[in-house]
């Protein structure tokens, strides 16, 4: 064990009994734990739960790191199975909060002034309690405004990085010892979780966050986003405004006055976050929403959130485009073009299996068509092709799975395929009004511009190198070590019939001299000569057979 491990020896000891509580005896076996045997014999392996399940109720006995990342897992469809991750996006991170006393301290703590110097009125009993915060009501001394304070839970950065360490130190070794989760690349799983749940707890990033989201949205939208108040943010505050409402998945069907147009604006505002923004919310879910009083969709806890660049967008629409219309050509185009993949793909194929899966999510009843979804099992497909999506696009891909799922919650029977089809035909347009394109000969001019200007300066370094003799050029060849083999076997041969085409006539000169000692009557060094040449001839001749090189 190494001395992260021995510092940490206490809650390492903490999860190896509840991985022996669900019945990973297996997992704890491999990694060679000291002292497993004695544990083994206190918790007995639970046989009422599948795999998938007990990995679930695991996370959540071990507390707000592993519930996280099984949140942050749960974005990611390329990584693991489906139904892994159907477990994971039920993960619960509700739980008891902290006193008044400790929530006090923190916002002292990080704001070096007494509560009741920026809160003339905060409420004890919090909205909300999750595993890395808890949220509260209170009335900001300033301006009078109601707002919902975001507080970080004492030392749950502390506690994060020790459970960080410790899942490092187990992801190392699964992947040393178990050859069937290197697939999976546990090393590099575990990084990724760590570096998103470090961002999670920098709130003043996720202040900037929602004050990029409330840039790009449209007043007149029935999705709203709450306005950050900056001057009382830190990395352990959040302040905010303070929504008036329900959250959806509280919400009964009879509570909307238009259910309808509501789902169907909150899939517009979804998808233009994605293709028009490129800034969007990266997990919509029903306990990330709230309903306002004027029907409004509220997105709130804007801690994880995608983005993705003007050329993504232009090639996400057009393969969203591609998937809508079945275009069986334009998909396998769009996604060898994002997947940038270097291998050989048989394209005919590809498309053949794209076509066949999309007849199947099609042939399904309009409610139950999910874009998302489709989008998730091409993905799935993709791999077997060794076609990976970047992650940008495969957290879209999730965010939309989420966001349809939410919009259905709203309208159970809404035509998803049929509004997303429309809408984003309409985005696609939009790339080509005038504006757009003369942006686009814009940017082509300004870069070839600078080409023009880049060139002749080029050409003349060149220049001057070959007039002071520096010019020097590189050369790598590539696939060549097939020609190069049958170079030396030529060579090789033509040396060995060479040299025993000189032993013939050495030896034949000998024999003719007539001179001792003697061998059946003949000079010996001519004939031992002889012998010698019509060994390696012989053995020249086999070789030439077995090969087939003749």
């Keep these: 064990m190494d001395f992260k491990t021995l510092t940490n020896l206490g809650r390492f000891k903490e999860i190896v009994v509840v991985l022996m509580k669900y019945g990973f005896h297996d997992v704890i076996d491999r990694m060679e734990i000291p002292g497993a045997k004695i544990i083994k014999k206190l918790h007995d392996m639970d046989d009422g739960l599948g795999t998938f399940e007990r990995i679930r109720f695991a996370c959540e006995e071990l507390g707000p790191t592993f519930v996280k990342a099984g949140q942050i897992l749960s974005l990611r469809p390329d990584l ?11 993960l619960q991170d509700n739980v008891a ?11 002292e703590k990080t704001t070096g002034k007494s509560l009741e110097d920026t809160f003339s009125v905060f409420e004890v009993e919090p909205l909300a309690a999750a595993s890395i915060s808890q949220v509260h009501r209170a009335l900001i001394n300033d301006n009078d405004h109601i707002a919902s304070v975001k507080v970080q839970r004492p030392d ?10 410790i899942l490092e130190i187990v992801a190392n070794r699964l992947h040393e010892r178990i050859d069937e989760l290197k697939t999976y690349n546990l090393p590099d799983i575990v990084y990724m979780i760590g570096r998103t749940m470090i961002h999670e707890l920098d709130f003043k990033r996720e202040a900037r966050n929602i004050k990029i989201a409330r840039g790009y949205a449209d007043e007149h939208s029935r999705v709203y986003i709450p306005e950050v108040y900056e001057k009382y943010c830190t990395e352990h505050l959040l302040v905010m405004e303070y929504v008036q409402g329900t959250q959806l998945k509280d919400m009964r069907n009879e509570c909307f006055t238009d259910p309808h147009s509501l789902a169907r604006d909150g899939l517009h505002a979804a998808i233009d976050q994605i293709l028009k923004d490129g800034f969007f919310h990266a997990d919509p879910h029903p306990g990330n929403v709230i309903i306002t009083e004027d029907q409004r969709i509220c997105l709130i806890d804007w801690g994880m959130t995608g983005r993705l660049s003007e050329r993504d967008r232009y090639e996400l629409i057009y393969l969203l485009k591609a998937v809508l219309e079945k275009d069986g050509e334009a998909m396998v185009y769009a996604f060898l073009s994002i997947a940038h993949s270097d291998e050989s793909v048989d394209r005919r194929k590809l498309e053949r299996d794209l076509l066949d899966m999309l007849d199947s999510h099609y042939a399904v009843p309009v409610k139950e068509m999910n874009i998302g979804r489709l989008l998730m099992a091409i993905t799935e497909m993709l791999g077997e092709y060794q076609l990976r999506l970047p992650p940008a696009f495969v957290i879209m891909i999730k965010a939309l799975v989420t966001a349809e799922g939410t919009v259905r919650w709203i309208y159970q029977d809404l035509d998803v395929f049929s509004e997303a ?10 790339r080509f009004k005038p504006d757009s394109l003369w942006k686009d000969f814009n940017i082509t001019f300004t870069q070839w511009f600078r080409l023009r200007q880049e060139v002749p300066r080029r050409l003349e370094k060149i220049l001057q190198k070959a007039e002071n003799g520096d010019l020097t050029l590189g050369f790598r060849h590539e696939n060549l070590m097939g020609i190069r083999d049958t170079l030396e076997n030529v060579s090789n041969r033509l040396t060995f019939g060479v040299i025993i085409a000189a032993m013939i006539i050495g030896s034949s000169m000998i024999i003719t001299t007539g001179i001792g000692p003697f061998l059946f009557g003949f000079p010996a060094l001519g004939v031992v000569g002889y012998i010698i040449s019509g060994v390696l001839g012989l053995w020249l001749i086999f070789n030439i057979i077995r090969g087939r090189k003749f």
Excluded: Y
């Design 80 to 90: 693991l199975p489906q139904p892994l991750l159907d477990e994971l996006s039920k």
């Design 97 to 107: 909060p902290e006193s008044i006393a400790q929530i006090r301290e923190v916002i």
């Design 156 to 165: 749950i950065r502390a506690k994060m990085e020790t459970d960080l360490n």
């Design 421 to 430: 089809r429309d809408h984003i035909s309409f985005l696609a347009l939009e």
